[in-house]
T-cell receptor, first 115, second 109 residues
């Protein structure tokens, strides 16, 4: 079956702009979680959506938001971009959600560069 | 604060040897722990997980050990192969996921 798909793979924005990233989970998975990966901070959990509801949230400012649609596809949005938002943004899907544990399937990420 | 950290940033081993990658965690309330492998340009790939009520779990060529007394997690890779070269992350899970910084494993032929 198809894996987790993230779009776009690469994008460049300037400070102050906003960006929307998309994630299509594996068919049947109801949980989508998002992560930011940078060389300095490593992998950090942003939030998790399960059946269209935000279930968990990491320690990121309100500029980072997300949503999930009825078909489980998810989007995350970053407003008022800062240079420090340059990172690889990863999404992952799983059937039971992070609470249930088990295998988490990651996409290949969207690499955002903020100039 | 609560965090998951790795003891060594890099590890170099000879092909065929066993590898041991270590991880320390601080949140004793975590429900499970996971090891991921990330190759360059790719997203993390699940290797193995272990529930907090277990001490050991084995997979194909991999073993995860959990020592709750000292809050320590390790990943053992048997007969390490060049294809095992990657960055390995531990993570603790429950209501979210907290990742360690990663250890880069380099396998010498």
């Amino acid at each position: 079956k198809a894996g987790v798909t993230q779009t776009p793979r690469y994008l460049i924005k300037t400070r102050g702009q906003q960006v929307t990233l998309s994630c299509s989970p594996i068919s049947g998975h109801r949980s989508v979680s998002w992560y930011q990966q940078t060389p300095g901070q490593g992998l950090q959990f942003l939030f998790e959506y399960f059946s269209e509801t935000q279930r968990n949230k990491g320690n990121f400012p309100g500029r980072f938001s997300g949503r999930q649609f009825s078909n489980s596809r998810s989007e995350m949005n970053v407003s008022t971009l800062e240079l420090g938002d340059s990172a690889l943004y990863l999404c992952a899907s799983t059937h039971l959600g992070l609470v249930g544990g088990g295998e988490l399937f990651f996409g290949e990420g969207s690499r955002l560069t903020v100039l | 604060g609560e965090s998951v950290g790795l003891h060594l940033p890099t590890l170099s081993v000879q092909e065929g040897d066993n590898s041991i990658i270590n991880c320390a965690y601080s949140n004793s309330a975590s429900d499970y722990f996971i090891w991921y492998k990330q190759e360059s340009g790719k997203g993390p790939q699940f290797i193995i997980d272990i529930r907090s009520n277990m001490d050991k779990r084995q997979g194909q060529r991999v073993t995860v050990l959990l020592n709750k007394t000292v809050k320590h997690l390790s990943l053992q890779i048997a007969a390490t192969q060049p294809g095992d070269s990657a960055v390995y992350f531990c993570a603790e899970g429950g209501s979210g996921l907290i990742f360690g910084q990663g250890t880069e494993l380099s396998v010498k032929p």
